[in-house]
Nanobody
Framework: QVQVVESGGGLVQPGGSLRLSCTAS????????MGWYRQALGKQRELVAT???????NYGMSVRGRFTISRDNTKNTTYLQMNSLKLEDTAVYYC??????????WGQGTQVTVSS
């Protein structure tokens, strides 16, 4: 069983920044893609950003140009740098570690609240 643990959420004012971290209990080189997703209250879970083992990235339309995903293979960790945060970025952010299309693991989620 692979454990995926997120950290770094919290309360921030509009325009501020936060960095989320996600650590997997498996060799990150075995993980095909690591990704961040979010779910706001009353809404469906949506893609935020993904990064492949080769470093290829993909971003949701609403966060492009503001968020950056990266990974540190020496620490089995993926980061999500969030800048210029908006009220609508408020959500629970989940990390996903995918080994194959049929084999992935989710973290427990971390709350990000953007409020003045």
């Amino acid at each position: 069983q692979v454990q995926v643990v997120e950290s770094g959420g919290g309360l921030v004012q509009p325009g501020g920044s936060l960095r989320l971290s996600c650590t997997a209990s498996a060799n990150i080189f075995r993980i095909s893609t690591m990704g961040w997703y979010r779910q706001a209250l009353g809404k469906q879970r949506e893609l935020v950003a993904t990064i492949t083992s080769g470093g290829g990235t993909n971003y949701g339309m609403s966060v492009r140009g503001r968020f950056t995903i990266s990974r540190d293979n020496t620490k089995n960790t993926t980061y999500l740098q969030m800048n210029s945060l908006k009220l609508e970025d408020t959500a629970v952010y989940y990390c996903n570690a995918r080994f194959s299309p049929s084999n992935s693991y989710w973290g427990q989620g971390t709350q990000v609240t953007v409020s003045s």
